[in-house]
């Protein structure tokens, strides 16, 4: 399995690898930031609106998904076309924070920005 790539597509060493979030939050933490009930989280993360993966045996969302108590206005469409595209919440995970030098640092912190409809592109693209 590659950085950028779901499992089974050959690998390209040529991509640099993935960093990790600066900063985490447990499922808990999500609600009381976004004022909705944990069963709301869990729904979210069920529908694709929220990436959440496992960390020290605790499912945690990057923290810099979830900014100004809303979930970044993309993200749900950037994790439909990841996960279209066969790509797991690991992946789509790695695929985020991949760091790219024509973005902002990686997609995940273009998402927050002026960048949201090139990352939504590059994700379209991964599904052909």
Known sequence: MTDSLPAGTPAD???PAPLEPTEWLTLPD???RLDVS???VHQMIRDRELLAVRRDAVR???AELVANHTVLK???GILTLLHDAGY???EALRWLYLPDDTLPGTHAA???GD???EVKRRAQALGF
């Open 74 to 76: 993309h993200l749900p």
């Open 30 to 32: 999500v609600a009381e």
């Open 110 to 112: 273009a998402l927050g």
């Open 115 to 117: 960048r949201a409809r």
């Open 88 to 90: 797991n919440d690991e």
């Open 38 to 40: 944990i069963s709301k």
């Open 13 to 15: 060493t040529s991509q």
């Open 60 to 62: 945690r969302v990057p």
